[in-house]
């Protein structure tokens, strides 16, 4: 079966700009987590959809990162304006109820903000 | 969910088992273990789990102690594909929901 798809593979932007990442889950996968990974640290959850509802979204800065899941399938999530610190890895992952949790992950999008 | 202490780093030879430890003195009776690794530029892969019962699948085995204080994962016969970073996590359900808690993990490097 098809893996988690992320694109793109990496992103160079300038600070202030705006940065989209895209996410395309594994089919029949009803749950879909955006991660962000920093250099040596293991991945922080940002947000958790259950189909299309945001359901866990404590972790994500509101006031400059958004994300949404249209039709419960693909997802994509947005910052807007980017600033140094946002230079990290966007991890998308996903899983399926009655599979004891098991989250797969897609490759990631490593930003680069200057 | 239980916090989780992991050595840094770890070395093993091409072709003996690797044992990577964890501890998780705190972790509650409804607290499953969980093990992730993840591959240089690669998202992290789901291992084994388990809850009190040792487990062994087709990548590892999982032993728990009686106590449930500590957990050892093992490679049997580790490659040099097996370098990563493995993620010890512990967490309070085994359903879809809720959400994976990464520390730091260790660096278990497998030399020639």
């Known amino acids: 079966e098809a893996g988690v798809v992320q694109s793109p593979r990496y992103k160079i932007i300038e600070k202030k700009q705006p940065v989209a990442f895209w996410c395309n889950p594994i089919?029949?996968?009803?749950?879909l987590y955006w991660y962000l990974q920093n250099l040596g640290q293991g991945p922080e959850l940002l947000i958790r959809y259950e189909n299309e509802e945001a359901v866990d979204d404590s972790q994500l800065p509101k006031d400059r990162f958004s994300a949404e899941r249209l039709k419960g399938v693909d997802s994509t999530l947005k910052i807007q304006p980017a600033e140094l610190g946002d230079s990290a890895v966007y991890l998308c992952a996903s899983s399926q109820e009655g599979r004891y949790n098991e989250q797969f992950f897609g490759p990631g999008t490593r930003l680069t903000v200057l | 969910d239980a916090k989780t202490t992991q050595p840094t780093s770890m070395d093993c030879a091409e072709g003996r088992a690797a044992n990577l430890p964890c501890n998780h003195s705190?972790?509650?009776?409804?607290?499953?273990v969980y093990w992730y690794r993840q591959i240089h530029s690669q998202g992290p892969q789901y291992i084994i789990h388990?809850?009190?019962n040792n487990e062994t699948n087709e990548m590892a085995s999982l032993i728990i102690t009686e106590d449930r204080k500590s957990s050892t994962l093992i490679l049997p016969h580790a490659t040099l594909r097996d370098t990563a970073v493995y993620y010890c996590i512990v967490r309070a359900s085994s359903t879809s929901y809720g959400k994976l808690t990464f520390g730091q993990g260790t660096i278990l490097t497998v030399h020639p």
């Open positions: 089919s029949g996968h009803n749950t």
């Open positions: 705190t972790i509650s009776g409804n607290e499953y």
């Open positions: 388990g809850l009190k």
